[in-house]
Each structure stands twice: as C-alpha cells, then as structure tokens.
C-alpha cells in the first residue's frame, strides 16, 4: 500500500514556474514507476509524464515536452514535477500516482495503482 500526497501548487503568471512535490508513504516506494497527471474543468484527466523507479528515465507528453522536468529522490519517497514556462491552458490539477507494474511508468489512467488527492494551479495570463 502507498499514500500519495501533493503539494506545491498554488496560482502563478504565465511564463512562470512551479514545482510541485509527491510524498509517498511506504517502505517501497523505490520500487515503484511514478507518473504524473493533470485534469483540467471539464476534461478528462490526461497524462503529463513519467519517472521510471531507478530515475533514469522519465518521458512526457508533447505539450510538456521542454517545460516540465520529473525527477525523484527515493531517500526521501519525493517525486517532483518542476513547471517553467507556464501557460494559462496548464491550468488543472495535477496528480501523481504509482505504477507498479512497470519499470517506466505507463501512459494510461487504469494502470497506475495509486493516487494522490491532487494539487490545484492555476496559471494566469
């Protein structure tokens, strides 16, 4: 069992920066591909990027792709998702959740385990 919770987020300009952080609970979190989420208004909850268990490697959706950065460090049980470059369309909340069952992290919303209860930003223009 993991507990994810998120925290960082908050309201911000466009063409600023945040980081948001991912604290798990459990003794195996390092063992665990983590992703990260976002769901605005209205709209299905998409995928942002991914970190694989070791932190070797991570992928990202094109719309992040230069702006978004994942990392983790697993002595702290931490995945962060550092945003620079802010638009006022990344306007959700974010969530990370815990794969299990792969090394990479996946891409889909049903195959991640865990959840955590989500961060709001909002960025304005």
């Known amino acids: 069992q993991v507990q994810l919770v998120e925290s960082g987020g908050g309201l911000v300009q466009a063409g600023g920066s945040l980081r948001l952080s991912c604290a798990a609970s459990?003794?195996?979190?390092?063992?665990?591909?983590m992703g990260w989420f976002r769901q605005a208004p209205g709209k299905e909850r998409e995928f942002v990027g991914a970190?694989?268990?070791?932190?070797?490697?991570?992928h990202y959706a094109d719309f992040v792709k230069g702006r978004f950065t994942i990392s983790r460090d697993n002595a702290k049980n931490t995945v962060y998702l550092q945003m620079n470059s802010l638009k006022p369309e990344d306007t959700a909340v974010y969530y990370c959740?815990?794969?299990?069952?792969?090394?990479?992290?996946?891409?889909?919303?049903?195959?991640?385990?865990?959840w955590g209860q989500g961060t709001q930003v909002t960025v304005s223009s």
């Open positions: 959740a815990a794969d299990s069952t792969s090394s990479y992290g996946k891409v889909k919303t049903w195959e991640y385990d865990y």
């Open positions: 459990g003794r195996t979190f390092s063992s665990y591909a």
């Open positions: 970190i694989s268990w070791s932190g070797a490697t991570t």
